[in-house]
């Protein structure tokens, strides 16, 4: 599933509420650092030069978005940037969260500017300091063990590890949403489980020791490019929750 418009939407979230989605990804084919097994577009492809909508092209399109909502008084909870890959790759990434704050200032100042990332370009201050102005950095990190997060996100950095993730966000100082997709099945002849008591403990050690201001878990929700996949069940989701919020974590499950 690829979104084909700049701004599209709103959609209602069953994480966020009524979003406007911003797509400033290749309108076409997935760009990402990932190939998670579970991604809703799908596998990634090669392509020698992806086109990316210029930053002029996607403040355009934004604020013709949100006057066209204005004007039929349809309010937003939140503009969200995801969509075909990972946002942070966009070369003008900051100056588009500059216009995008300001955009959302004049139209519907309400709105929340949310970006779900999946973390592998916190190494880079330009995106840094682009997520520090947004209102909701909801942040990666899928498995806490380095066998585990290659077989569920297969990067395509094959030398990125978990301790540099969680490295980098701990830049945040906890000021983010930790996001985690729990999945059981295998692909490529590896068995892929972070539902297991040994992967769980590595998972909370590193939720502890980030002490994220939320965490959000979820499940498989659409069809996926691994079809041997297995959603995870809302009472496990709970148990699985269960410990963290023991601690006093905010925990959303979405199953």
């Known amino acids: 599933?690829?979104?084909?418009?700049?701004?599209?939407?709103?959609?209602?979230?069953?994480?966020?509420?009524?979003s406007l989605g911003m797509e400033i990804m290749?309108?076409?084919?997935k760009l990402c650092t990932f190939d998670c097994v579970y991604c809703e577009c799908g596998w990634n492809q090669p392509v020698s030069?992806?086109?990316l909508p210029t930053r002029d092209e996607i403040r355009t399109a934004l604020e013709a978005k949100l006057q066209a909502l204005t004007a039929e008084g349809t309010n937003l909870d939140v503009i969200t940037f995801s969509g075909n890959g990972e946002?942070?790759?966009?070369?003008?990434?900051?100056?588009i969260i500059k216009d995008t704050c300001a955009l959302r200032d004049q139209y519907c100042p309400q709105a929340k500017v949310s970006v779900l990332s999946n973390s592998t370009q916190?190494?880079?201050a330009d995106v840094v300091e682009a997520l520090r102005m947004c209102d909701n950095r909801i942040?990666?990190?899928?498995?806490?063990t380095d066998t585990m997060m290659r077989r569920i996100d297969q990067p395509v950095n094959k030398a990125l590890d978990v301790r540099t993730?969680?490295?980098?966000?701990?830049q945040f100082d906890g000021d983010f949403t930790l996001q985690t997709c729990f999945l059981r099945g295998e692909h490529a002849g590896a068995v892929i489980d972070n539902t297991t008591g040994a992967e769980l403990r590595q998972w909370y050690q590193a939720v502890e020791e980030l002490r994220p201001k939320q965490v959000m878990i979820y499940v498989i929700d659409r069809q996926t490019p691994e079809e041997h996949l297995e959603k995870i069940t809302r009472e496990?989701?709970?148990?699985?929750?269960?410990?963290?919020?023991?601690?006093g974590i905010d925990v959303i499950v979405s199953a």
């Open 26 to 29: 290749p309108l076409d084919h």
């Open 165 to 170: 993730l969680i490295g980098w966000l701990q």
């Open 87 to 95: 946002p942070t790759l966009h070369p003008d990434f900051l100056p």
């Open 122 to 124: 916190l190494g880079r």
């Open 49 to 51: 030069h992806p086109t």
């Open 1 to 18: 599933m690829l979104f084909k418009e700049i701004a599209y939407g709103p959609i209602h979230s069953r994480r966020l509420g009524t």
């Open 139 to 144: 942040l990666k990190l899928d498995a806490a």
């Open 236 to 247: 496990e989701m709970e148990r699985i929750a269960a410990p963290l919020r023991e601690k």
